[in-house]
């Protein structure tokens, strides 16, 4: 027979058993979370008519984006799960009721240079909540602390939370008389990390026309470690930078009342989101140990979801996670949590009669009990069997031959402990139940000793 | 603004809030009854090679395939999940464990032609056991099992189980001189239920040559009420349909020590799954109520997974469930359970001080408890705000003013009674968890009363 080697394309992570179960615990925490905090699951399709998908027209993904003919049909696969939700909404919005908090975990497709630890296909974790023309400001404060209480239940503790507002940004550059170009002197403080503060400062001076001294001054003031006391320097010379001084206050009022620690946020006025369609609040997340990582979860507050949709003003709050490369990267730098169970299963028995069936009532027993159980009925030696529980870190065995079938105790091999033991199925159970509550404990992120 | 009209491409299932979260249902019954036998969780490309995907042929599939070029490569999007699968075994051999117990629930695309109830995107919800060069029958009898456990944990309970064995049809087939022909044969018998026992014979008798007696004889023995008793007057007179006859017997008598109610499963011959793939026990299951849906989970063992990647012998036994279509006949047909909770959050806070902080506690605290909970902070009416839970089918709702903070009491509203109370926060979150578990009881499949 010919053969076709098999392989899977480059850019496409495709995980060994062991780093799925991790990486399944990614999604459970995220759905948990996002759930306590009362959001909807929503599914999208992933392919979609190039001419809804590409309605904004795609900019920079336009060149990724995987476009193909299909009949008569121009498709294409989904690049985010923004417009995708854009698209839902205009197209359900009779049938929906708003504010409508939705959650999206799902692959999203861009045909980037191949390069390591850069996906084409790969998963994003988001969500939004989206007013009918308006939302309150207490959702660009809720957002963030989602954040928190995710990175939080994966494990995660050296990452900080960086908090900016738009209007803040855009009432400085009014100030400054760069009204027009407002949108170009954004994404030049975008790069202040990136290129530097004397860079900027030249770009300001040299391609904007601003005066030296106002240029240091917008930078002093964007660089402050006390950004809302020197921001108040401005208040009442323009209504915008007012309205954002005020948010920024009352958002990080509010971050307290849910319970983000003040260590884990701070209002960072050179954030600026590069993104035209923010309009509010906006976010980044690093981890205080991996800058060169960049964000780890990015959004913020936009004024109109659908526009290319729907004349219905829907105005919305959200985040992004990439969850693919955070899931790289953690395992690359040794962050996933080693001592949790990926094994298939708690228990293997191993029949050692003709006839399996006293075997196969154990393990609907044990099934039963909620404990995952397989039994290993291959024609292989003892030892082969008790390798094969090893390999995958099966944590029990149970033996079970004639002479457990006359006494009625089953033969149990704790394989943490080394210990066998002969029990009767009932206890037996109990203590397996209680030897994986044990074993469930910690979460999916384990941070190095020498990191904390 | 130009706008384009938001649509959804014909043959793509997207749900409202409250059916995405009765499909989840599904998605988390099948996930939990898969890892309680042992099952891992795995994720391949959607998007994959073409010369890869179609290393077999795509037979009647290849016309239907989703296939497209990104630069220099010819891609194509994954029509099932065992051509990924095969790929994968063989792909990553070295470094899997075997038996490898694997579920897989992904969307797969074929290109139909659009009908109602057919789908371009789909979820299958796959289960293999892939042993490396042998695989013990048992697991032959465990399959079916879990099959049963599964549509039961969904709720389900008029469901039949078929089986059969493929040796045994092949035995017959040569004992009647068929042996060169036993594919078409098998597709002849395949159509029996379609076409009638006339059609069949006539087929048999003219096509294939077989004397009227003998075609009568063969029917006679598959339409058999005893098929077991029915081939045993052909024991002993061919190989392949003893070793079957052995199969089947100790397959069915395995499936009740699994636990299968006897009503629920039966051994009918002219079950014979069209495919060549398979070698040993095949499988179908229907609704007794909807047989004109046709099989709901099908499957069966196989000798060979992956001859077209490898040279490696590995034989594997499987099903699957086209879950989108499943769900979309089950709530067509009003099975989905409607007395179970599809809000987005159990708990609505509607905060009525200026400073929502006391609310955004009260918030924390229930969701610490595990209850979902929303903050309803619009700008909008109380009525208003009443009426957005009850459209959402929220079960309950805090009101939070300053009354409630001067007496460190809550007033709840519990919208399943009506009644209205005051409770300190622990006795609330007491009862509100008291009263989910009670909400939260019952499958999220509800057979109607005519039908049971």
């Given at each position: 027979m010919e053969q076709i080697k098999p392989r899977t394309l480059s850019g496409f992570m495709e995980?060994?058993?062991?780093?799925?179960?991790?990486?399944?615990?990614?999604?459970?925490?995220?759905?948990?979370?996002?759930?306590?905090?009362?959001?909807?699951?929503?599914?999208?399709?992933?392919?979609?008519?190039?001419?809804?998908?590409?309605?904004?027209?795609?900019?920079?993904?336009?060149?990724?984006?995987?476009?193909?003919?299909?009949?008569?049909?121009?498709?294409?696969?989904?690049?985010?799960?923004?417009?995708?939700?854009?698209?839902?909404?205009?197209?359900?919005?009779?049938?929906?009721?708003?504010?409508?908090?939705?959650?999206?975990?799902?692959?999203?497709?861009?045909g980037e240079r191949s390069q390591r630890g850069r996906f084409r296909e790969f998963y994003q974790a988001d969500i939004?909540?989206?007013?009918?023309?308006?939302?309150?400001?207490?959702?660009?404060?809720?957002?963030?602390?989602?954040?928190?209480?995710?990175?939080?239940?994966?494990?995660?503790?050296r990452f900080k939370i960086r908090i900016n507002n738009r209007k803040v940004l855009n009432g400085l550059f009014e100030l400054l008389g760069l009204?027009?170009?407002?949108?170009?002197?954004?994404?030049?403080?975008?790069?202040?990390?990136?290129?530097?503060?004397?860079?900027?400062?030249?770009?300001?001076?040299?391609?904007?026309?601003?005066?030296?001294e106002a240029a240091g001054n917008l930078l002093h003031t964007l660089e402050s470690t006390d950004p809302l006391n020197a921001l108040e320097y401005y208040r009442g010379k323009n209504n915008l930078l007012d309205e954002g001084l005020n948010e920024l206050a009352?958002?990080?009022?509010?971050?307290?009342?849910?319970?983000?620690?003040?260590?884990?946020?701070?209002?960072?006025l050179t954030i600026a989101r590069g993104l035209d369609y923010y309009t509010g609040t906006v976010y980044e997340t690093v981890m205080l140990d991996h800058p060169e990582i960049g964000s780890i979860c990015s959004g913020g507050r936009y004024d109109n979801l659908a526009e290319y949709y729907t004349d219905k003003q829907l105005p919305g709050v959200g985040i992004s996670i990439g969850l693919t490369r955070l899931f790289f990267v953690l395992e690359d730098q040794g962050y996933l949590n080693g001592d949790m169970l990926t094994a298939p299963a708690d228990v293997l028995i191993l029949p050692m009669t003709d006839d399996f069936s006293p075997a196969i009532s154990l393990a609907t027993a044990l099934r039963d009990a909620g404990i995952r159980t397989q039994i290993h009925g291959e024609q292989k030696k003892f030892k082969q069997k008790l390798s094969y529980a090893n390999k995958l870190g099966i944590p029990y065995a149970v033996?079970?031959?004639?002479?457990?079938?006359?006494?009625?105790?089953?033969?149990?091999?704790?394989?943490?402990?080394?210990?066998?033991?002969?029990?009767?199925?009932?206890?037996?159970?109990?203590?397996?139940?209680?030897?994986?509550?044990?074993?469930?404990?910690?979460?999916?992120?384990q941070e190095k000793e020498s990191t904390l």
């Open positions: 995980l060994l058993p062991q780093q799925q179960v991790q990486f399944e615990r990614f999604l459970n925490t995220l759905r948990t979370t996002y759930s306590l905090y009362g959001f909807t699951p929503l599914d999208t399709p992933i392919i979609e008519a190039t001419e809804v998908l590409l309605a904004k027209g795609g900019g920079e993904t336009e060149k990724q984006i995987y476009r193909f003919t299909k009949g008569d049909n121009d498709l294409s696969l989904r690049f985010d799960l923004t417009v995708p939700l854009a698209k839902y909404v205009a197209l359900h919005y009779g049938e929906l009721t708003f504010p409508f908090r939705r959650f999206q975990i799902g692959k999203v497709y861009r939004d909540v989206i007013g009918d023309g308006a939302l309150d400001l207490s959702n660009e404060a809720e957002i963030p602390s989602i954040i928190y209480k995710t990175f939080t239940a994966l494990g995660l503790k009204k027009q170009q407002a949108g170009d002197v954004m994404r030049t403080v975008d790069k202040l990390e990136k290129i530097g503060r004397e860079k900027v400062i030249a770009t300001l001076t040299d391609e904007f026309h601003v005066s030296a009352r958002v990080a009022h509010y971050m307290e009342a849910f319970g983000v620690p003040s260590d884990h946020f701070v209002i960072d033996f079970l031959g004639e002479d457990e079938l006359n006494s009625g105790l089953n033969t149990l091999k704790d394989f943490t402990t080394g210990e066998q033991s002969s029990l009767d199925t009932q206890t037996m159970i109990a203590l397996i139940q209680a030897g994986l509550k044990e074993k469930s404990k910690g979460t999916p992120i």
